[in-house]
């Protein structure tokens, strides 16, 4: 399914699996440049503009009911 991911400034259009974790897909992003780290002390918040609430970003995508065409704000 396809997604934006926002962090800050930068939007990013990605493709990810419903079984993948949210902060694991974010991990690799940052891996490859795409996003700033964050603080290993500072936990990854993750909100859905389509839900209109924040997602615990260990769930997979799947479950926390992320969906084709979502938007999520790192912050």
């Not at 419903?18 to 964050?38: A, D, K, M, W």
């Not at 603080?39 to 918040?45: I, K, T």
Request: avoid cysteine; proline fraction near 3%.
């Amino acid at each position: 399914m396809t997604l934006t991911i926002m962090e800050d400034n930068k939007s990013l259009d990605i493709i990810v699996k419903p079984e993948q974790r949210i902060q694991e897909v974010y991990r690799v992003l940052v891996e490859n440049g795409f996003f700033s780290s964050i603080s290993e002390m500072v936990q990854l918040q993750v909100y859905s503009k389509r839900q209109g609430k924040y997602i615990n970003p260990i769930l997979t995508f799947k479950q926390g009911k992320i969906y084709e065409g979502d938007i999520l704000l790192i912050q």
